[in-house]
């Protein structure tokens, strides 16, 4: 990360953190292990988040402001399947 780009407290990351792995097991089928790098600051600004999800399928994850989710980014070809009943909204998280 360089120096320009924004860092987030503890309690926010923690915070975060944890929105991420609610998220990914109430939408996702199979979601077993979850491994997060640390929050920072997209190039566009938004607070985000790299992963794994079951030891190597890849994710990146942007927050709102409010720390809602705005988007998952899926990079990899195995990441598990949205739940059926979370593919037009997301399931609660």
């Not at 939408?27 to 600004?45: A, C, F, K, R, T």
């Not at 999800?53 to 709102?64: C, K, L, M, R, Y």
């Not at 070809?77 to 979370?86: A, S, T």
């Amino acid at each position: 990360m360089n120096s320009s780009q924004k860092t987030y407290d503890d309690e926010t990351s923690e915070k975060a953190k944890s929105i991420v792995k609610s998220y990914l097991i109430n939408n996702y089928h199979g979601v077993e292990d979850i491994e997060l790098g640390e929050l920072y600051q997209s190039p566009m600004g938004s607070m985000t988040v790299d992963g794994k999800v079951n030891g190597n399928e890849e994710f990146s994850i942007t927050f709102t402001d409010k720390l809602k989710v705005r988007s998952l980014v899926v990079k990899s070809k195995n990441f598990p399947e949205e739940k059926e009943q979370c593919k037009e909204k997301d399931c609660n998280y």
